[in-house]
């Protein structure tokens, strides 16, 4: 195979680049397709955590090309910012590539939205603030600010001067903020451009090469398809979409040019924000998951809202990314529970049963889980490395969440660490790159 899309099948924070990274020493190429710096990564390699907003997850690796595709907008501060750390902590970052197409996150989209966030007061979305939408909403609108345009000044002041017409009157309360005097953001982000240069590419001939030759490339995906802003939980969404279709979109790649699409599921559910959640748990169960799990944002260290498995959301996702394979990931989170509860349906205000995800929101924001219980274990999992050594219990678990989504699991999580990943007997038979051992 040459192109496998990673994304995420729930709500974000499923454990994507731990993944990523995994498949990553197998691959020539990883492709971050959309999103942000709203995003973040966490991986523990060798003791160490790494925590990545906007670099590709294979940057860990010397010599892989890491792309920052189009379909991401950049927060230069942020980016050049995490260079550095990388640079410091020994990291050659010599492979990273910048799409002169992306987007770049200004001062004022930063400023609209936390304005926005705090004018809607109760019906809050729940956004990282970062700036994310409003970025997305001019590119939109064409009037947004590209990386290749931080390398020519009179192109860059005339595009702010643009962007910024249409906006006074909201930017208003930040009149006499310094952060919009013209000069000083044209000077600011000629400096990124400076510093970012050496990076800048057309990353879309890039990847077609990569992919003509045969190389292995991953494209690697933020936040999750129940955030989609098309097919996610409107209005209390992300800003792109977060689902396989939009790799392609987001990269320059062809849609043929995809072979495998692997979606990523905690084996219960988070979510970050406001929006439904229909089987979130408000007790002290709750709470001890949520520590157990060490859920917490990367990006916002806000505490994630916590639930039991969601089966008939993890079922449309899977159709709507069209999985070949899915990835289970905190499974040791539930050692020690006697029983657990799985979600297969939902039940409406009314009493209406729901086999299919409620595509109205009034329903949806009402819905509750039906759930089915399963016997739980009682064993320490965590150094488990392989589905032979796992307890009868969590391998049926695995079972009745393969048969109901229709997908065969390939990997299993079991800790935070690089190690405590296995490879199921499917995930063994197709695993990309390379013939893998059973642990």
């Known amino acids: 195979m040459s192109g496998i899309v990673i994304v995420g099948a729930q709500w974000g924070d499923e454990g994507k680049g731990k993944i990523t990274d995994l498949l990553a020493e197998r691959a020539d190429a990883v492709i971050r397709f959309q999103g942000g710096n709203n995003a973040g990564h966490t991986i523990v390699r060798h003791g160490e955590t790494w925590k990545l907003h906007l670099m590709p997850s294979g940057i860990l690796y010397p010599g892989k090309t890491c792309v920052i595709g189009n379909g991401v907008v950049i927060d230069p501060k942020v980016l050049t910012d995490e260079l550095d750390e990388l640079r410091g902590r020994g990291v050659d970052t010599s492979g990273l590539r910048i799409s002169a197409n992306a987007h770049m996150i200004m001062p004022y989209h930063m400023m609209l939205?936390?304005?926005?966030?705090?004018?809607?007061?109760?019906?809050?979305?729940?956004?990282?603030?970062?700036?994310?939408?409003?970025?997305?909403?001019?590119?939109?609108?064409?009037?947004?600010?590209?990386?290749?345009?931080?390398?020519?000044?009179?192109?860059?002041?005339?595009?702010?001067?643009?962007?910024?017409?249409?906006?006074?009157?909201?930017?208003?309360?930040?009149?006499?903020?310094?952060?919009?005097?013209?000069?000083?953001?044209?000077?600011?982000?000629?400096?990124?451009?400076?510093?970012?240069?050496?990076?800048?590419?057309?990353?879309?001939?890039?990847?077609?090469?990569?992919?003509?030759?045969?190389?292995?490339?991953?494209?690697?995906?933020?936040?999750?398809?129940?955030?989609?802003?098309?097919?996610?939980?409107?209005?209390?969404?992300?800003?792109?979409?977060?689902?396989?279709?939009?790799?392609?979109?987001?990269?320059?790649?062809?849609?043929?040019?995809?072979?495998?699409?692997?979606?990523?599921?905690?084996?219960?559910?988070?979510?970050?924000g406001s929006g439904p959640f229909p089987t979130e748990l408000h007790d002290a169960l709750g709470d001890d998951l949520r520590r157990r799990g060490g859920e917490f944002g990367t990006t916002t260290g806000r505490s994630r809202r916590i639930g039991w498995l969601d089966l008939v959301a993890l079922r449309y996702a899977a159709r709507l990314n069209s999985l070949t394979a899915l990835v289970v990931t905190k499974l040791d989170v539930l050692s020690g529970l006697d029983t657990i509860k799985v979600c297969t349906r939902y039940r409406g205000e009314d009493g209406a049963e729901f086999d299919t995800f409620p595509y109205h929101q009034t329903v949806l924001h009402h819905a509750t889980g039906d759930y089915v219980e399963l016997p739980g274990w009682s064993e320490d999992i965590s150094e488990a490395r392989s589905e032979e050594e796992l307890p009868e219990n969590a391998r049926a678990y695995l079972r009745f969440m393969e048969e109901f989504i229709g997908v065969p699991i390939v990997l299993v999580s079991v800790g935070p660490g690089r190690e405590q990943t296995m490879w199921t007997a499917a995930g063994r038979a197709t695993a990309p790159g390379q013939a893998v051992p059973a642990g």
């Open 113 to 272: 939205d936390d304005a926005g966030e705090a004018r809607l007061g109760k019906l809050k979305i729940g956004t990282t603030r970062r700036g994310i939408g409003p970025a997305y909403a001019d590119k939109a609108s064409r009037i947004g600010i590209r990386v290749q345009d931080l390398l020519d000044e009179k192109i860059l002041k005339k595009k702010i001067v643009a962007a910024l017409e249409p906006k006074r009157l909201a930017l208003r309360p930040f009149a006499r903020d310094p952060r919009l005097d013209l000069q000083a953001i044209t000077e600011e982000y000629l400096a990124y451009g400076r510093r970012l240069s050496e990076y800048i590419a057309d990353t879309t001939s890039l990847v077609w090469d990569k992919l003509d030759k045969g190389d292995m490339v991953i494209f690697e995906g933020a936040q999750g398809a129940l955030l989609d802003i098309d097919h996610g939980t409107y209005p209390f969404v992300t800003s792109s979409n977060p689902i396989a279709a939009s790799a392609c979109i987001g990269s320059g790649a062809g849609p043929k040019d995809i072979d495998e699409i692997w979606g990523i599921a905690k084996a219960y559910s988070t979510r970050v």
